[in-house]
């Protein structure tokens, strides 16, 4: 009987599986959800994250949780307001962030990545030390004490304990500090830089380490998003389409092309379409060719239409006006909609044309215009689309069964979606934000390391996330190794690195050699089968040997009938240890 187990597809942030996406490379160092300070003396050990968003309702992570393991360092992480001033921040792109404040996300930015090498004392990024967080904590040799309005040290909040988890929660405007599972401090708004009695989402976190004294651990390690305390937060990640309210016209405005460039400034670079509401009436649109959705909005011919967003349609262009199509296009291309007009957003007073789709045809609607996502699952991260994860699909662009386009010079994900959207056949794609790289696909067997693996890769199928993923892990193939899918199709993978795991949307087995204590095989292990707590009971004779993985940081800690054997082991991520 052939069997196999996969595990419900989720997304660990990046911050939690590879490290802090922004960090002063000549004084620290990162990695799964940590940072260390590698040259001290001053507080210029500074990193962020942007790819993920603290929010305080909904579905996103709602804090984040940590350990501040080192007692011999001084060393502070926390959130900061991304979201000042009704600003619309984007992940990864430091042109849209906000700069109304001493040590924003921009001027970290500018700092620790354009400028790292000036930046080596306490006055590092407007003293990021002190202004760089809305709320968070800061563990000083031994001490805790909770960083809030710009006062690195305004609560005294116990004693440092290696083994405590510490959690920073935002419920709504209040922000809540946790030691262990004990709530020990509530305040209400930001007080300090950004000061605010509504928090202002989304929160990005941010570390600063000022000592780089040996520990045994990383300075601050552990690091998680939270849904609550004690309950990591995983991303299922995009989902179904979603739209949000970008204006509402009134019907006695005038919505022109110069009012249109102003407000797609507010538009996300994720945007994919755009929803226009008038009366009963929703309409659909997004760009044609390469266009964006800026230059749609200020157009009357490069817009396609949709009814569901997920059959599209390039209507007949009116000569006049913005968005729209010619007179009783509806009428005659879609079925049970009797309009004249398809819904235009701009030319005239308000909008026209129609509350319902049987009414007449009339300016002076408003209409409500929002932006939105399309539906889309991430696969994978700093990984494109490929046969294996040694082997590239076929190049057949214009054609089938493979890489079938490619696009550069892209300038978001969401325009990457697009292209996909627009592209006969595409299931997939990949988009690269450091090449501005878009890659298109009708099928996605496996994810293969794009380039050095550092340069801002996810993969998407357009599809929302209804499948399963196959993570395996090499724990004992020092030899060859070899996959085989559901097909039977055998891969040669050469000999893999211990530690290494593949991610597949299909189910997937790999075996390898094991020669380093005999020449024996050694299936690959499912991380499905990852735990906290293991039991075995041993049913041959002495010696055994127990080979320990950590898919993140942990401390071991063996019993034998009860009884503590030896003393624990501290693993870092990707590490192992073998107890005989």
């Known amino acids: 009987i052939d069997f196999v187990i996969g595990i419900q597809a989720t997304a660990v942030p990046a911050l939690v599986s590879r490290g802090f996406e922004y960090i002063n490379s000549l004084r620290c160092s990162t990695g799964a959800g940590s940072l260390t300070s590698t040259t001290g003396g001053s507080w210029s050990c500074v990193a962020f994250d942007t790819r993920t968003g603290v929010l305080g309702s ?6 984040i949780s940590f350990k501040c393991p080192c007692t011999n360092v001084q060393a502070t992480i926390g959130l900061q307001q991304a979201g000042i001033g009704s600003s619309r921040p984007q992940a990864s ?3 849209m962030w906000d700069t109304s404040s001493w040590s924003d996300f921009k001027a970290l930015h500018d700092a620790i990545v354009t400028h790292p090498s000036s930046r080596n004392s306490n006055a590092c990024a407007d003293g990021v030390y002190v202004n760089g967080f809305d709320f968070g904590v800061s563990c000083r040799y031994g001490e805790m004490f909770a960083h809030y309005g710009s006062n690195e040290r305004q609560q005294y909040i116990g004693p440092q304990n290696a083994d405590l988890t510490l959690s920073l929660i935002v419920d709504g405007d209040s922000l809540k500090w946790y ?3 004990s709530l020990v401090k509530t305040e209400t708004g930001v007080s300090g830089q950004r000061a605010s009695s509504t928090v202002q989402e989304p929160l990005w976190v941010v570390a600063a380490i000022h000592d780089s004294n040996t520990c045994a651990s990383p300075h601050l390690d552990s690091l998680q998003y939270i849904s609550a305390v004690g309950t990591v937060w995983t991303d299922t990640t995009i989902h179904q389409a979603t739209c949000h309210a970008l204006v509402s016209v009134a019907g006695t405005s005038s919505a022109d092309a110069s009012f249109w460039s102003t407000q797609c400034q507010n538009i996300p670079t994720s945007a994919t379409h755009v929803k226009v509401t008038m009366g009963s009436v929703e309409d659909y649109f997004r760009p044609l060719g390469g266009n964006t959705l800026c230059s749609m909005l200020q157009s009357y011919s490069l817009h396609q239409w949709s009814s569901d967003q997920s059959s599209w349609k390039t209507p007949s262009h009116y000569n006049a006006h913005l968005g729209g199509s010619q007179v009783l296009w509806p009428s005659s291309n879609v079925a049970n909609d009797a309009r004249s007009y398809l819904s235009f957003w701009g030319g005239g007073t308000g909008g026209c044309c129609h509350n319902t789709r049987y009414d007449g045809a009339d300016w002076s609607r408003s209409f409500t215009m929002s932006y939105c996502t399309q539906a889309r699952c991430l696969l994978f991260q700093q990984q494109y689309c490929a046969a294996s994860s040694s082997a590239n699909l076929p190049v057949v662009h214009g054609g089938s069964g493979g890489e079938i386009g490619r696009q550069s010079s892209v300038s978001s994900i969401g325009a990457c979606a697009v292209v996909c959207g627009q592209t006969t056949g595409c299931t997939h794609y990949t988009y690269t934000s450091g090449a501005s790289d878009c890659l298109l696909y009708d ?10 693996g550092t340069q801002g890769t996810e993969t998407y199928s357009v599809a929302a996330c209804d499948w399963e993923r196959y993570t395996l892990i090499n724990l004992f193939a020092d030899g060859p190794s070899v996959q085989v899918d559901q097909a039977g199709t055998v891969t040669d993978l050469g000999v893999q690195a211990i ?14 050699q094991k020669t380093y204590k005999g020449d024996s095989i050694a299936e690959w292990a499912n991380v499905a089968l990852r735990g906290r707590q293991f039991i075995h009971r041993h049913y041959r004779s002495a010696p055994h040997t127990y080979r320990i993985y950590a898919l993140e940081a942990a401390t071991v800690t063996v019993l034998d009938n009860g009884a503590q054997y030896g003393t624990p082991h501290i693993l870092q991520p990707q590490g192992y240890v073998e107890v005989s």
Request: glycine share 22%; with cysteine.
């Open 58 to 63: 909904g579905t996103g992570p709602r804090g």
């Open 93 to 95: 792109q430091p042109s």
């Open 179 to 181: 030691v262990g599972s």
């Open 443 to 452: 099928t996605c067997p496996a994810g293969r390391q794009y380039g050095d």
């Open 499 to 512: 530690g290494t795991q593949l991610t597949f949307s299909s189910p997937t087995y790999i075996v390898g």
